[in-house]
T-cell receptor, first 114, second 114 residues
Framework: DVKVTQSSRYLVKRTGEKVFLECVQD?????MFWYRQDPGLGLRLIYF???????EKGDIPEGYSVSREKKERFSLILESASTNQTSMYLC?????????????FGPGTRLTVL | ELKVEQNPLFLSMQEGKNYTIYCNYS?????LYWYRQDPGKSLESLFV?????AVKQEGRLMASLDTKARLSTLHITAAVHDLSATYFC??????????????FGKGTLLTVNP
C-alpha cells in the first residue's frame, strides 16, 4: 500500500514563527503536493513538485515556500506564520504518469497559529 | 480558471433512500476523480473516471462522467449509515508539459440517518 506520512497530526505555533511541515512517501512517486483544507472552501493547492528540486506554485502560494531535496520528502515552510494560516494541511503524492494519476493523501496536519 | 462546483454541499438522508451528488466543471477535461473523507481522516480515492460515458460502481455507490455536459454524478443507492462522510470530486487539467494537477470541489457532507 502507498503510504504518505506527515510529521505531526497537530501543531500549535505563535505568530511570526517559522514553521516546517514534513511529508514523506514510500512508493517512489514522482509527484508531491501540498494542500490546505478549510471549511466551506474545500482543498486548495499551495505548491506541487514533479521532481527533486522542482517546484511549481499552486493556487494559493502566498506566505508559503517548499523544498524537495529528496524524492520521497516534500516540505512546506511558513516563513512567518500568521493567524490566517491556521488550517488543516494535507500532503499527497502520485506516481507521475501524466494523466490517469491518482493522488494518495497523508493523514493531515492541523496547524493552529496563535 | 477552472471551477468545480458540487451540489448539494450538505445532504441529510434516511437509510434506504437513493440520492445523487452532482459535480459540474467549467473547462474541458476527460478525467475526473471522486474521493471520500471520513471525519478527522484524510482523503481516500473512490473512483477514477477516464473518458466520456465512463461508469464505475462499488457497493452502493456509482459514479458516471459526461464530458460533453462537463458533469459527473455520484449516485447513492439504498443509503446506509456507513456512507456518512464528505465526498469530493476533483478534475484534472494540463498544467504544462506532461504534468497535470487537480482542482477540487468544495465537498458534499453526507449524513445518513437511521
Amino acid at each position: 500500500d502507498v503510504k504518505v506520512t506527515q510529521s505531526s497530526r497537530y501543531l500549535v505555533k505563535r505568530t511570526g514563527e517559522k514553521v516546517f511541515l514534513e511529508c514523506v512517501q514510500d512508493m517512489d512517486h514522482e509527484n508531491m503536493f501540498w494542500y490546505r483544507q478549510d471549511p466551506g472552501l474545500g482543498l486548495r493547492l499551495i505548491y506541487f513538485s514533479y521532481d527533486v528540486k522542482m517546484k511549481e506554485k499552486g493556487d494559493i502560494p502566498e506566505g508559503y515556500s517548499v523544498s524537495r531535496e529528496k524524492k520521497e520528502r516534500f516540505s512546506l515552510i511558513l516563513e512567518s506564520a500568521s493567524t490566517n494560516q491556521t488550517s488543516m494541511y494535507l500532503c499527497a503524492s502520485s506516481l507521475g504518469q501524466g494523466r490517469n494519476d491518482v493522488q494518495f493523501f497523508g493523514p493531515g496536519t492541523r496547524l493552529t497559529v496563535l | 480558471e477552472l471551477k468545480v462546483e458540487q451540489n448539494p454541499l450538505f445532504l441529510s438522508m434516511q437509510e434506504g433512500k437513493n440520492y445523487t451528488i452532482y459535480c459540474n466543471y467549467s473547462t474541458t477535461s476527460d478525467r475526473l476523480y471522486w474521493y471520500r473523507q471520513d471525519p478527522g481522516k484524510s482523503l481516500e480515492s473512490l473512483f477514477v473516471l477516464l473518458s466520456n460515458g465512463a461508469v464505475k460502481q462499488e457497493g452502493r455507490l456509482m459514479a458516471s462522467l459526461d464530458t460533453k455536459a462537463r458533469l459527473s454524478t455520484l449516485h447513492i443507492t439504498a443509503a446506509v449509515h456507513d456512507l456518512s462522510a464528505t465526498y469530493f470530486c476533483a478534475v484534472d487539467f494540463d498544467s504544462g508539459g506532461s504534468n497535470y494537477k487537480l482542482t477540487f470541489g468544495k465537498g458534499t457532507l453526507l449524513t445518513v440517518n437511521p
